[in-house]
């Protein structure tokens, strides 16, 4: 049994092209190709970490609770951070 909970990155298999790159960049081999998609082969490996998100080229993969604003920053913290409107 695991306490640890934490989401995972999520796979478009559509998109995926089975590059094999999220699975070259991921520190913890927490993914593994088969049958020429990307899988998350080791669960409780992942630490959540974004690169495979950061790397894959077809946007094929991410993380499913991360909210993307426009101007593409980070968005790991909470959306109410300072949002000041001066103009
Ligand atoms: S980097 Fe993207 S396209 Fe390449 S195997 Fe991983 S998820 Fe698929
Ligand atoms: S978020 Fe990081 S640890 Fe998890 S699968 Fe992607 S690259 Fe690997």
Redesign the pocket.
């Known amino acids: 049994m695991t306490t640890k909970h934490h989401p995972l990155?999520v796979i478009d298999t559509q998109r995926c092209t089975g590059c094999g790159i999220?699975v070259a960049?991921?520190?913890?081999k927490?993914?593994a190709l088969h049958n020429e998609r990307a899988v998350?082969a080791h669960p409780d490996?992942?630490?959540?970490?974004?690169?495979?998100?950061i790397n894959c080229p077809e946007q094929a993969?991410g993380?499913p609770f991360r909210v993307v604003f426009a101007t593409g920053t980070d968005t790991t913290k909470p959306a109410h951070d300072s949002d000041e409107t001066t103009h």
């Open positions: 990155p999220c960049g991921c520190p913890t927490t993914i998350i490996a992942c630490t959540f970490c974004e690169l495979c998100e993969i993380r």
